[in-house]
Structures are given as C-alpha cells and as structure tokens.
C-alpha cells in the first residue's frame, strides 16, 4: 500500500495515517468536500477495567484484545478500560476517552458494564470507502487499522467509514460500515 499522510500537522505533531493502495482515493480523502458532518448518536457499549495479565479474545496473549472488524490485535498496555462495541468487537480506551460514554470510573470494575455512549454536539467528520477498496489507518496509540477487512466473516454494508473529529488534529480511525448508521447520524 502506498503511505499517505492525509494533513501535516501545523505544529510538528505527528498524526494518525491513511494508507490506500489507489492514487484515486488518496485524492478523493484529501479532498474535505467529500466528507460529510456527523454526530454520534447514543448506543450501547460494554466497558470494563483492563488488566495486562487478563486473558480477553486473544488465547495466550495477555493484556491483547482482537478487533475483528479491522483485524488488528491492540496491547492494552496504554489503556485504562477495554470497551466492547456493537458487533462483539474490542478496543482499548484510557481514562481520557471515558469521557464520552454515561458511567463514572467508580461503576467500571473487572466485570463488563452495559452502558451507554454520549451523543452531544461534537462534529465528527466522516467519507465511506467503498467495499472493494482496501485501506488501513495508523493510530499513534494502539496500531494498525484494517478497512473492510475479513469481508469473508464480517459484514461491512456498503464499505467502512473514516472518521475524525478534526482534519487538522488527524485523530483519523475507522468504523465499520454495517453499523456506522447505529453509531452516527448526519448532522442537522
């Protein structure tokens, strides 16, 4: 796949990636009049504490989770909590994060809690890939993101989406596509 580094940072910070293989898509992403304004709509999520010796998804590999939607295995070593979305999928969060779900972090204990996520003014910026198209998103904290990835055993509606809450942070992730409309509305 080709490197493509969306925005440089004005500050010298360094940034999430996106990487695609096709020139074409390089350009249609940094174009930021494809991408549309969202806003998160509440939606309900697991969280729980996160252990480095704990065993979650991944057999033999403490303190490691599996996100099967963008096929990445994530250390928690840099995490507070483990949150488990939608479709059964895992991901870390630190403390800082927390603050967008509806618990306070003396409810959140070893055992998984129901909760859920806080909508609220923030704008997320959002452009669906489509399904045929292969990408991924470098994330400083925890890793490499895989875009409709294991098409064969996850359902990915019309193509995964990349999300941000600004072009200029490049705080750049993926969502999958079959659940984006669960997780995010067009802002109005």
Not at 145 to 153: E, F, H, P, S, V
């Amino acid at each position: 796949m080709a490197d493509y580094a969306f925005i440089e940072s004005r500050d010298g910070k360094k940034m999430n990636r996106i990487i695609f293989e096709e020139p074409y898509w390089n350009r249609f992403v940094a174009d930021t009049g494809n991408w549309q304004e969202f806003q998160r709509k509440p939606y309900q999520v697991k969280i729980e504490k996160a252990f480095p010796d704990k065993i979650y998804n991944v057999p033999e590999k403490p303190g490691v989770v599996y996100n099967i939607l963008e096929d990445c295995e994530e250390s928690i070593l840099k995490a507070d909590y483990v949150v488990t979305g939608l479709m059964g999928e895992m991901w870390p969060i630190s403390c800082k994060d927390l603050c967008g779900y509806e618990v306070n972090e003396v409810e959140i204990e070893i055992t998984p809690k129901l909760v859920y996520t806080k909508s609220g003014d923030r704008t997320y910026y959002g452009v669906r890939i489509p399904l045929d198209t292969a990408f991924s998103v470098e994330t400083l904290k925890y890793g490499k993101l895989k875009g409709n990835a294991n098409q064969d055993r996850v359902p990915h509606g019309e193509g995964d989406y990349i999300i941000c809450t600004s072009f200029d942070a490049g705080d750049f992730r993926i969502v999958n596509g079959q659940i984006f409309h669960k997780m995010y509305e067009l802002r109005k």
